[in-house]
Structure formats: C-alpha cells, structure tokens
C-alpha cells in the first residue's frame, strides 16, 4: 500500500510540518497506517541523526538505568530513522509491547485501549530540522526514543497496561449515572485525573537516583518521555535548583494542574518502577472510589473528541 502511494506521486519527506502521506491519511480517516519508510528524506534521517547524536551524553548522565538498558535493547540506528517492525522485533519478545504507527492524534479512550493490548501509537514524522528543541506533538523521537525503551522493561510495561485497563473503567461508571449533564461532569474530571497521572509519570516522571539518596538538583534520574526526548529539559529537571521535586502522591497529582509550552516547574519522584505500578494500583482504588470525581480543576483541559470517545464507550 505505502510504495503504490508513492509511485502516485506522494512527495517524499515525512516531516512533522509538512508530511503529504499523513496529511492524505487523515483525510481519508485512516488512523492506523503503515510506515512507508520510502518517503524518509535525507533531511529526515539527518535530523533523527543529529537528534540521537547529542542526546545521548544526556541519557547517560541524566536517564534512569532502565531506559538505557532499553536503548541498549533496541538497538536505534544512529543514521537512520528508525523502522517500526524493527523495533518490534526486539521489543515484543520482552514484554509483549509493540510501536504502531498512527496518523495523528488519537483520541483518549482508544490510546487507552491500545496501551491495554500491548500497542503503543507511535508517531512516524520526524521534526522539522530547523527546530530540534521544541515542538508541541510528538514526534517520532519523541515516541521511539523517549517513551519505546521504557516499554522493555517488565515492571513499567505492566503498569502501563493497568493504566490502560482505566479507561473501560471511568467509561462504564459513566454508564451507570443517568443524568447525562452529571455524567458528561464526572466523566470530564475522571478523564482529567488520568491525563494529569500519565503527565506526570510516564511523560515527566522522575525517579529518586538511589534508595536513601536525597531527592535534591543531581540526585534524580528520568524516566519520562517529555524529558527523555528534550535536550534542554533532560539537564533542566535533574540539575536545576528552580524546579520542585515532590514524593510522589496519587492524590496531589490527580489534583495538580500543568502546563504544556515551558520547562515543568514541578515534578513528582517514584522510587522505582515498583513504586509506579502501586501508584497504579492506588488510581484505580481511587477511580473506584469516586474520588477522581471532583478534581481541582484546571490544566488540561479535557477536549470534546477525548470526552465523545469515552462517552461513546459508556453508552
Ligand atoms: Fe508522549
């Protein structure tokens, strides 16, 4: 399918901004694509080159040793854009996880089903050469290598799908209210609660450097993907003084609003992936409980196409 699309004469260059295959997709309601890995420009591999190159001295001095092992694991290509069925080869056979590439935005209840059947949407483009340190979508570094090496390692990957296995949860509570306007208000602070959770532990989560150790500048290691696949921010979050690192606690970060387009000035530190999985376990008692029913509100705001897949599934 992806090399007749480009014998039709769909331009090379898979990038963030400017991607006629994804542009095509989207119009014709494909979420779920290939990767015609045929349409990569030069310039495309050149920025995942330049992105993988500086990145790592980073990762090595400021990454959690799980990822790196994961890096280890998944063996990136430093020249080129890396292949999803690659990446699969050496990843299922860990924890049974795999990249599936997607289009573009996926709406809330299906990226929570997809996490509970092992599959990670990932984004295909690669950004646009001249902005390497910022973009707000993801890309595909910051899929493949900010958030893919965690998923080889059991212990996170584990959690990822009990937080996965949420959504069909708040869904079928929502269900169960009949008044649609109260239905429509828990659902929106429920799907919040969750959004705010994932931000702060899978994309911006920190974890304390060693058992004992002060949770002070230098004595954090990374494990998010946000920070994993920023330059700047990875330094940033372990070493400077100006940003609050917290214990981490389900129900302050199910109350604590963020925000997207500047370096995060709080942070919350896991101990280890362990401590994760039973913040995990912690949301869904709370989820169970009714008490992601009346959330602080505030950032993010929960978008109509999240709330109507999740009402969707309710009904
Ligand atoms: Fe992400």
Not at 134 to 156: K, N, Q, S
Not at 259 to 271: G, N, W
Not at 282 to 287: I, S
Not at 290 to 304: A, H, T
């Amino acid at each position: 399918m992806t090399t007749d699309l480009a014998l039709d004469g769909i331009a090379p260059g898979l990038t963030t901004t400017r991607a006629p295959f994804i542009e095509h997709a989207q119009a014709s309601g494909q979420l779920y694509i290939g990767q015609p890995y045929e349409l990569y420009s030069e310039e495309n591999h050149r920025t995942w080159s330049r992105l993988l190159e500086r990145m790592r001295p980073r990762w090595e001095r400021y990454a959690n040793p799980r990822f790196l092992e994961g890096v280890a694991t998944l063996r990136l290509d430093p020249n080129r854009v890396p292949r999803c069925e690659d990446i699969n080869r050496f990843l299922e056979p860990r924890t049974g996880f795999s990249a599936k590439p997607v289009s573009g935005y996926v709406p809330a209840y299906l990226f929570f089903d997809c996490l509970k059947r092992r599959e990670f949407p990932t984004t295909i483009t690669v950004r646009d050469g001249a902005s390497l340190d910022y973009l707000p979508e993801p890309d595909i570094f910051h899929d493949v290598a900010g958030h893919v090496p965690m998923h080889t390692d059991r212990a996170f990957a584990d959690a990822l799908v009990r937080f996965g296995q949420f959504a069909e949860r708040a869904a079928r509570r929502a269900g169960e209210i009949t008044d649609e306007a109260e239905r429509i208000r828990v659902l929106t602070s429920n799907v919040k609660g969750l959004a705010r959770f994932f931000w702060f532990t899978v994309e911006f989560g920190l974890m304390r450097e060693s058992p004992g150790v002060p949770i002070g500048p230098g004595h954090v290691r990374a494990y998010g993907s946000g920070l994993l696949s920023s330059y700047g921010e990875l330094e940033h979050c372990v070493e400077s003084p100006q940003v609050q690192r917290v214990p981490a606690q389900t129900e302050w970060i199910l109350n604590q609003y963020f925000e997207i387009h500047h370096y995060q000035p709080l942070l919350f530190v896991i101990e280890d992936f362990e401590h994760l999985f039973y913040l995990v376990h912690d949301l869904e008692r709370r989820l169970d409980a009714g008490l992601l029913d009346n959330l602080q509100p505030g950032e993010p705001d929960v978008n109509e196409v999240d709330l109507k897949s999740f009402l969707d599934a309710a009904l």
